[in-house]
């Protein structure tokens, strides 16, 4: 069977969310686990809270965007464990309420869209390959390596598995 827009774009980022609370959780037990909140990989890029927020948000441009719905703009304002996974647990939320059909149609459907500073017609699903996914996996993979740069002891498979996972018949 032929994956679906749905099933690259709803399942792909249902993935990258479960991954990205499956290392949080493994963080969270570190001894040092408030201090990872601010960590970073440089001065000059964003803490491990940033990564967070910009995962859920392209998350959640994809779902509204796929479903017709209003986007929720979600403040960059995460200041703990707790807030990280609620709001990873609000997206998932929106993710699984998404009708496969709905999101399948809409995929193929051009619209106005800004992107960086330029406005472009697009298609839903031109605008979750070519700009949501790719920055979700950038964010995500950022947040693993802030992870491991501040001694987590994460392995490769505690960022795949959530994602593997679905695709194994055991």
């Not at 408030?34 to 970073?40: D, K």
């Not at 807030?83 to 009708?99: G, N, P, S, T």
């Not at 406005?119 to 390596?145: D, Q, R, W």
């Not at 392995?155 to 598995?161: S, T």
């Amino acid at each position: 069977m032929a994956f679906s827009t749905y099933d690259v774009t709803i399942l792909t980022a249902k993935g990258a969310l479960e991954s990205l609370a499956n290392i949080l959780h493994i963080g969270e037990k570190h001894p040092n686990a408030n201090a990872l909140l601010a960590a970073r990989l440089a001065d000059d890029m964003k803490p491990l809270t940033f990564q967070v927020h910009i995962v859920t948000v392209l998350s959640e441009i994809i779902v509204a965007r796929l479903t017709g719905r209003e986007k929720i703009n979600y403040e960059d304002d995460l200041s703990s464990f707790a807030e990280m996974y609620q709001r990873i647990d609000q997206v998932l939320k929106a993710l699984d309420e998404a009708d496969k059909d709905e999101v399948n149609k809409r995929g193929e459907q051009s619209e106005m869209t800004a992107v960086f500073s330029i406005e472009k017609e697009m298609t839903g699903s031109a605008l979750a390959h070519g700009v949501c996914i790719p920055n979700i996996f950038f964010h995500l993979s950022t947040a693993y390596a802030i992870l491991r740069k501040e001694g987590v002891p994460l392995e490769k498979r505690d960022y795949l598995m959530p994602l593997l996972t679905k695709h194994l018949t055991l």
